[in-house]
């Protein structure tokens, strides 16, 4: 195991999934942590765990969507630590749906999250940790969805698909400015996490829970595959275990389920055929 003493890891969605197990197999090398999430309970309940094991943490309760809190968040971050070495800049959301028929309000949630919680993030610490001039890392969560369609998820495959070029743009535009901050993208095919339940923290201004497309039976079907996807997915220690190792190797696109890789493949191939869009297998 990879001695972590002394470096400052700081991850967004945190309370939850892959960002929660991340804290924790961190703390467990010797990490300090800086932690964020709009779910406060669940945040207060990692911290004191990690707290009780002896791992320095700090924490902070907002909303990726808003710069001026992630702006806030990096501002503690350095004052307290002084440096960062690793950001996971991790916090997502999915919704399920039909293109024409989901409201639209998804869609907006879902690009505020996973695609402007992604720019907040860079725009918030990437200026600090090029001043650092020292080698750190600043790893993205996007998805198995940003490089295979799912017909189930259009928001999130679209947002996906937007935080994963991001990413690579950043990673060239690093390179371009000679930093010593490397980019990475975490690509995940399904993981047994609670991502399915990230409506109870979306923001009632943006969200009608009694929409009428949500007691459809369009919907409800969608939504009946992702729950029962997402319970027999990969444990999420297994998923964070091999995230870990990709970053250590210097892996840019970290792939946590190889059984896909066909399926990239194939679809890069379509693409340059001009063949139509297929479904994945499962």
């Known amino acids: 195991m990879k001695d972590y003493t002394g470096k400052i890891v700081v991850i967004t969605g945190a309370a939850n999934g892959m960002g929660k197990e991340l804290a924790r197999q961190f703390a467990a090398k010797g990490a300090k942590l800086s932690l964020a999430d709009i779910d406060a309970e669940n945040l207060a309940v990692v911290e004191k765990e990690l707290k009780a094991g002896g791992t320095a943490v700090i924490t902070d309760v907002f909303d990726v969507s808003n710069y001026e809190a992630m702006e806030a968040f990096s501002k503690k971050?350095?004052?307290?630590?002084?440096?960062?070495?690793?950001?996971?800049?991790?916090?997502?959301?999915?919704?399920?749906?039909?293109?024409?028929?989901?409201?639209?309000?998804?869609?907006?949630?879902?690009?505020?999250?996973?695609?402007?919680?992604?720019?907040?993030?860079?725009?918030?610490?990437?200026?600090?940790?090029?001043?650092?001039?020292?080698?750190?890392?600043?790893?993205?969560?996007?998805?198995?969805?940003?490089?295979?369609?799912?017909?189930?998820?259009?928001?999130?495959?679209?947002?996906?698909?937007?935080?994963?070029?991001?990413?690579?743009?950043?990673?060239?535009?690093?390179?371009?400015?000679?930093?010593?901050?490397?980019?990475?993208?975490?690509?995940?095919?399904?993981?047994?996490?609670?991502?399915?339940?990230c409506t109870r923290h979306r923001p009632k201004n943006i969200y009608n829970e009694n929409d009428p497309y949500y007691q459809t039976k369009d919907y409800k079907s969608r939504a009946d595959v992702m729950n029962s996807a997402i319970v027999v997915g990969m444990p999420v220690e297994e998923a964070v275990k091999i995230i870990i190792d990709a970053v250590e190797k210097d892996i840019f696109y970290i792939l946590t389920h190889p059984v896909y890789n066909p399926a990239i493949t194939a679809r890069v191939a379509g693409i340059m055929a001009g063949t139509r869009p297929v479904k994945v297998k499962r």
């Not at 350095?78 to 916090?91: E, I, L, M, P």
């Not at 495959?157 to 991001?166: E, G, I, P, W």
């Open 77 to 197: 971050t350095f004052k307290t630590y002084g440096k960062v070495d690793f950001f996971f800049n991790n916090a997502g959301v999915i919704s399920v749906g039909s293109i024409w028929e989901q409201p639209l309000s998804d869609w907006k949630w879902l690009f505020d999250v996973n695609v402007m919680g992604i720019v907040h993030g860079i725009k918030a610490f990437i200026p600090a940790m090029i001043k650092q001039d020292k080698e750190c890392r600043i790893i993205n969560t996007a998805s198995i969805a940003g490089l295979l369609t799912v017909e189930n998820s259009p928001a999130y495959v679209a947002s996906k698909f937007a935080s994963l070029s991001l990413s690579e743009v950043l990673e060239l535009q690093l390179q371009d400015a000679n930093a010593k901050v490397k980019a990475h993208v975490i690509c995940p095919a399904v993981v047994k996490t609670d991502l399915n339940h």
